[in-house]
Nanobody, 127 residues
Framework: QVQLVESGGGLVQAGGSLRLSCAAD????????GGWFRRAPGKDREFVAT????????LVANSVKGRFAISRDNAENTLYLQMNSLQPEDTAVYYC????????????????????WGQGTQVTVSS
């Protein structure tokens, strides 16, 4: 089992930055991929970014490419999402998630690949 707690959300003006953190409680953190998803008001949850178990490979959605970066610290059991140049359309509840399979060979980018979810943290970007 892996329990996840997000932090770092809040209200920011357009063009600003935030860094989300996701603290994991569990022995398997360093062997599984991590990801971030978001759900904007009235929309389905969507993929934002993912990182493999070692941190050597990442994938980000086209909508945030060049602005957002995912990273992890396996020694601290923590997943991060650095968000720069935020825009009002980035307003959403952001969820961290961890893979349900260890040492997956490809980067998981669908909700079905993830077995563990945080409670979500609100990010609001004002214009």
């Amino acid at each position: 089992q892996v329990q996840l707690v997000e932090s770092g959300g809040g209200l920011v003006q357009a063009g600003g930055s935030l860094r989300l953190s996701c603290a994991a409680d569990g022995r398997t953190f360093s062997s599984i991929a991590g990801g971030w998803f978001r759900r904007a008001p009235g929309k389905d949850r969507e993929f934002v970014a993912t990182i493999n178990w070692s941190g050597s490979s990442t994938l980000v959605a086209n909508s945030v490419k060049g602005r957002f970066a995912i990273s992890r610290d396996n020694a601290e059991n923590t997943l991060y999402l650095q968000m720069n140049s935020l825009q009002p359309e980035d307003t959403a509840v952001y969820y961290c998630a961890m893979d349900n399979r260890a040492f997956r060979g490809i980067l998981p980018s669908t909700e079905e690949d993830y077995g563990y979810w945080g409670q979500g943290t609100q990010v609001t970007v004002s214009s």
